[in-house]
């Protein structure tokens, strides 16, 4: 298996994250199309640090990873708090910003 | 040389310091009437100073740098100390002493703010005329020139409540502008010609002829317009009669004795240049001699005493101006001194009367000389200074101007000026008899003015008197051109008296059927409606500069603030449609970014 092969898969994760963050309509469905999109992207630094033999990308994708967890900490926790104000999660009438 | 410059220096001082006193103290302004004592405190030690410089006969120029150039100043500043300045020195600051007395009883009535403003411009005045006169260069007496002009504003709008009087100080400056522009244009022409403002070095240099200045004719002309503007000449002399709309003391000092006769000065002071142009000075003599018949002939048809008196300054400035350019420099500068004396007087007599009756209409005057003796006699003395009767100052003066034309061989100027001599002797025996000893009972009931009105009134006729009779000892009574001159004048003005006395006082001629006889009916009607020429410049002015105004005030509106109301409204616009891009959904701006980077990538594969 050649790096393309990974790098497709990775496309392919990414593409279906973005596909979930763009049409879920529940914040939690957001939320796990934003966790694919980074997991995507840590394919992407793994499969480089790989085949270019460069430990770099392995510990970006550490990084990333802590990184994802905190994000997920915090954006769960900001869902939980609109839903007891709002009492909703759906991201249709969460527009208190429209112009 | 220190010592010489100091007095004058110190003379040109003091007017300056109780302005800038008064100016910037502003209690001490606001009490009124203590800031006139500080006013005429200075000016009356400014006279003393003047009278020992003039006593003395001082002469200097001291100059210092002022605009700082390359090769030496550009334009400097000093005084300029000879027998011209001295005289006007005193002059000026003798007449503005007695004003400045005068208006104290005369403006008793007005609050005293309003006072202490008075007193201020007056110092102000003071200082500027007394700069203009011992200015040793043209830009030097410029600047004092337009600061004149200022003071003259602002005292002919000292009732600026009053629209008449606001609107006459506005047209006396907007009318003296049209001169000083000309002046302004001339002197840098000057300037540009022999890189110097300075009267000395161009005189000396005139005096060699070694001043051949291409069109210096244009120049010269250009010049003597400032004068034009400034001592209300033909056409110019309309601003005159309005600024009557100040106050009487003003009208006196400024507008009759020291401030119009800037004009007659500067040709007089400038008379080396303006003698190597023949042609301007013939073309200064005519119209000096036009412009007295034609104000004498509008004063003839006046009913406002002070309106009357006005002409008559215009009259009288174009004697003095008709003498500078018959080549007759000081007898127009006598005809300036003794004018500033009697004019000063007739016009505090004219302010004595007005104060006393409420009116300025002289056929609603009458029997006044019974209800106040002494104001009528001093008024009398005046009349006859300025009507020519011997041995009065005038008398001498206008002696000398009409010798002076007659000998520079200007046969038109000189008939206008013999014919003016009647029209002036009829038009103050006019303002005499009906004010003085008409019939009619004037209205309230008169009385003389307190001392401090009276004072300078006596004073100033008894100066016209003693002048006369030193002109009259120093010259032996001698006449100055041929020996018909002197009878014949005489006999002018006994018979302008004569006519006005059989028309008004002894009421055998009616002046109406006078008056409505061919020519005469003409004359009068046009003059009436003062030949016309106030509602030319009234056209002219709406015509040009309310036109370029309106035309100003449309670029204004459509085009300045067009801009601004066309960028403002579709700034608006355009914000509230960009509005509706912001749905507040993350989504939709994930959208955005997720097509952006998609684009992004589009246009790196194909155009990078």
């Given at each position: 298996?050649?790096?393309?092969?990974?790098?497709?898969l990775?496309?392919l994760?990414?593409?279906?994250?973005?596909f979930?963050?763009?049409?879920r309509?529940?914040?939690?469905?957001?939320?796990?199309?934003?966790?694919l999109?980074l997991n995507?992207?840590?394919?992407n630094?793994?499969?480089?640090?790989?085949?270019?033999?460069?430990?770099a990308g392995?510990?970006?994708?550490?990084?990333?990873?802590?990184?994802?967890?905190?994000?997920?900490?915090v954006?769960?926790?900001?869902?939980?708090v609109?839903?007891?104000?709002?009492r909703?999660?759906?991201?249709?009438?969460l527009?208190?910003?429209?112009? | 040389?220190?010592?010489?410059?100091w007095l004058?220096?110190?003379v040109?001082a003091?007017?300056?310091?109780?302005?800038?006193?008064l100016?910037?103290?502003?209690p001490?302004?606001r009490?009124g009437?203590?800031?006139?004592?500080v006013?005429i405190?200075?000016?009356?030690?400014?006279?003393a100073?003047?009278?020992?410089?003039?006593?003395e006969?001082?002469?200097?120029?001291?100059?210092w740098a002022w605009?700082?150039?390359?090769?030496g100043p550009m334009?400097?500043?000093?005084?300029?100390?000879?027998?011209l300045?001295?005289?006007?020195?005193?002059?000026?600051?003798?007449v503005?002493?007695?004003?400045?007395?005068?208006?104290?009883?005369?403006l008793?009535d007005?609050?005293?703010?309003?006072l202490?403003?008075?007193?201020?411009?007056q110092?102000?005045?003071?200082?500027?005329?007394?700069?203009?006169v011992?200015?040793?260069?043209?830009i030097?007496?410029?600047v004092?020139?337009?600061l004149?002009?200022?003071c003259s504003?602002?005292?002919?709008g000292?009732?600026?409540?009053?629209?008449?009087a606001?609107?006459a100080?506005?047209?006396?400056?907007?009318i003296?502008?049209v001169?000083?522009?000309?002046?302004v244009?001339g002197?840098?022409?000057?300037?540009?010609a022999?890189g110097t403002?300075?009267?000395?070095?161009?005189?000396?240099k005139?005096?060699e002829h070694?001043?051949?200045?291409?069109?210096?004719?244009?120049?010269?002309?250009?010049i003597?317009?400032?004068?034009?503007?400034?001592?209300?000449?033909?056409?110019?002399?309309?601003w005159l009669?309005d600024?009557?709309?100040?106050?009487t003391p003003?009208?006196?000092l400024?507008?009759a004795?020291?401030?119009?006769?800037?004009?007659?000065?500067l040709?007089?002071r400038?008379?080396?240049?303006?003698?190597?142009?023949p042609?301007?000075?013939?073309?200064i003599?005519?119209?000096?001699?036009?412009?007295a018949?034609?104000?004498?002939?509008?004063?003839?048809?006046?009913?406002?005493?002070?309106?009357?008196?006005a002409?008559s300054?215009?009259?009288?400035?174009?004697?003095?101006?008709?003498a500078?350019?018959?080549?007759?420099?000081?007898?127009?500068?006598?005809?300036?001194?003794?004018?500033?004396?009697?004019k000063?007087?007739?016009?505090?007599?004219?302010g004595?009367?007005?104060?006393a009756?409420?009116?300025?209409?002289?056929?609603r005057m009458g029997?006044?000389?019974?209800?106040?003796?002494?104001?009528?006699?001093?008024?009398?003395?005046?009349?006859?200074?300025l009507?020519?009767?011997?041995?009065?100052?005038?008398?001498?003066?206008?002696e000398?101007?009409l010798?002076g034309?007659?000998?520079?061989?200007m046969?038109g100027?000189f008939?206008?000026?013999?014919?003016?001599?009647l029209?002036?002797?009829?038009?103050?025996?006019?303002?005499v008899f009906?004010?003085?000893?008409g019939?009619a009972?004037?209205?309230?009931h008169?009385?003389?003015?307190?001392?401090?009105?009276?004072?300078?009134?006596?004073?100033?006729?008894?100066?016209?008197v003693?002048?006369?009779?030193?002109?009259?000892?120093?010259e032996?009574?001698?006449?100055?051109g041929?020996?018909?001159?002197?009878?014949?004048?005489?006999?002018?003005?006994?018979?302008?008296?004569?006519l006005?006395w059989?028309?008004?006082?002894?009421?055998?001629?009616d002046?109406?059927r006078?008056?409505?006889?061919f020519?005469?009916s003409?004359?009068?009607?046009?003059?009436?409606?003062?030949?016309?020429?106030?509602?030319?410049?009234?056209?002219?002015?709406?015509g040009?500069i309310?036109?370029?105004?309106?035309?100003?005030?449309?670029?204004?509106?459509?085009?300045?603030d067009?801009?601004?109301?066309?960028g403002?409204?579709?700034?608006?616009?355009?914000g509230?449609?960009?509005?509706r891009i912001?749905s507040?959904?993350?989504?939709?701006?994930?959208?955005?970014?997720a097509?952006?980077?998609?684009?992004?990538l589009?246009?790196?594969?194909?155009?990078?």
């Amino acid at each position: 298996m050649g790096l393309n092969a990974y790098l497709t898969l990775a496309a392919l994760v990414f593409a279906i994250g973005l596909f979930g963050v763009l049409t879920r309509r529940n914040a939690i469905g957001i939320l796990l199309g934003i966790e694919l999109m980074l997991n995507a992207v840590n394919i992407n630094l793994v499969a480089f640090a790989r085949f270019h033999g460069d430990l770099a990308g392995l510990i970006f994708a550490l990084f990333t990873i802590a990184i994802t967890v905190a994000e997920v900490a915090v954006g769960l926790a900001i869902v939980i708090v609109i839903f007891r104000v709002r009492r909703t999660v759906e991201a249709d009438r969460l527009d208190l910003l429209r112009g | 040389m220190r010592v010489i410059v100091w007095l004058p220096l110190l003379v040109l001082a003091l007017p300056f310091a109780a302005f800038v006193l008064l100016a910037v103290v502003a209690p001490l302004r606001r009490a009124g009437r203590l800031a006139g004592g500080v006013s005429i405190a200075a000016i009356a030690a400014a006279l003393a100073g003047a009278l020992v410089v003039w006593s003395e006969g001082f002469r200097s120029d001291a100059t210092w740098a002022w605009i700082p150039a390359d090769d030496g100043p550009m334009a400097t500043v000093g005084l300029l100390v000879d027998p011209l300045a001295n005289a006007m020195l005193v002059l000026v600051t003798l007449v503005s002493l007695l004003v400045q007395v005068y208006s104290l009883a005369y403006l008793h009535d007005e609050r005293a703010p309003a006072l202490g403003r008075y007193y201020t411009y007056q110092s102000l005045f003071a200082f500027s005329m007394l700069g203009l006169v011992l200015s040793p260069s043209f830009i030097q007496m410029f600047v004092f020139w337009e600061l004149v002009g200022l003071c003259s504003y602002l005292l002919i709008g000292y009732w600026y409540e009053r629209p008449s009087a606001a609107r006459a100080a506005v047209k006396a400056f907007w009318i003296t502008k049209v001169g000083d522009l000309g002046f302004v244009i001339g002197i840098v022409m000057l300037w540009a010609a022999t890189g110097t403002f300075e009267f000395e070095p161009l005189f000396a240099k005139a005096q060699e002829h070694a001043l051949a200045i291409e069109g210096l004719g244009t120049i010269m002309v250009l010049i003597y317009l400032g004068a034009v503007g400034k001592s209300a000449q033909f056409p110019l002399h309309v601003w005159l009669p309005d600024a009557m709309e100040g106050p009487t003391p003003v009208s006196a000092l400024i507008h009759a004795a020291t401030m119009v006769t800037a004009g007659v000065f500067l040709v007089t002071r400038a008379q080396p240049l303006f003698a190597l142009v023949p042609d301007v000075l013939t073309l200064i003599g005519w119209v000096g001699a036009f412009t007295a018949l034609l104000a004498a002939s509008l004063a003839c048809v006046e009913d406002d005493i002070k309106r009357v008196l006005a002409y008559s300054t215009v009259s009288q400035l174009g004697y003095m101006m008709a003498a500078a350019g018959a080549g007759a420099p000081d007898a127009s500068f006598l005809h300036l001194l003794t004018h500033g004396l009697f004019k000063a007087l007739l016009f505090l007599g004219a302010g004595a009367v007005i104060h006393a009756v409420g009116t300025n209409d002289i056929f609603r005057m009458g029997g006044l000389f019974r209800a106040m003796p002494q104001t009528g006699v001093v008024f009398v003395v005046g009349a006859c200074a300025l009507a020519g009767l011997p041995p009065l100052a005038g008398f001498f003066s206008k002696e000398a101007i009409l010798a002076g034309v007659w000998a520079a061989g200007m046969t038109g100027p000189f008939v206008m000026l013999a014919l003016t001599v009647l029209l002036t002797a009829f038009y103050m025996a006019r303002v005499v008899f009906l004010a003085f000893f008409g019939r009619a009972p004037a209205a309230g009931h008169p009385h003389e003015p307190p001392w401090a009105m009276r004072g300078p009134l006596w004073l100033l006729a008894g100066l016209t008197v003693l002048v006369g009779l030193r002109l009259a000892l120093a010259e032996g009574g001698e006449p100055h051109g041929p020996g018909w001159l002197a009878p014949a004048s005489v006999a002018a003005a006994a018979a302008g008296i004569a006519l006005a006395w059989a028309m008004y006082q002894r009421g055998s001629v009616d002046p109406a059927r006078v008056g409505a006889t061919f020519p005469l009916s003409a004359l009068g009607f046009m003059a009436r409606r003062r030949y016309g020429l106030d509602a030319l410049y009234g056209g002219l002015y709406r015509g040009f500069i309310l036109g370029l105004s309106r035309l100003i005030g449309w670029i204004d509106r459509y085009l300045v603030d067009g801009v601004l109301n066309f960028g403002s409204a579709w700034t608006f616009r355009g914000g509230d449609r960009l509005r509706r891009i912001q749905s507040g959904q993350p989504q939709d701006y994930v959208y955005g970014v997720a097509f952006g980077v998609l684009l992004l990538l589009i246009w790196a594969q194909w155009w990078g």
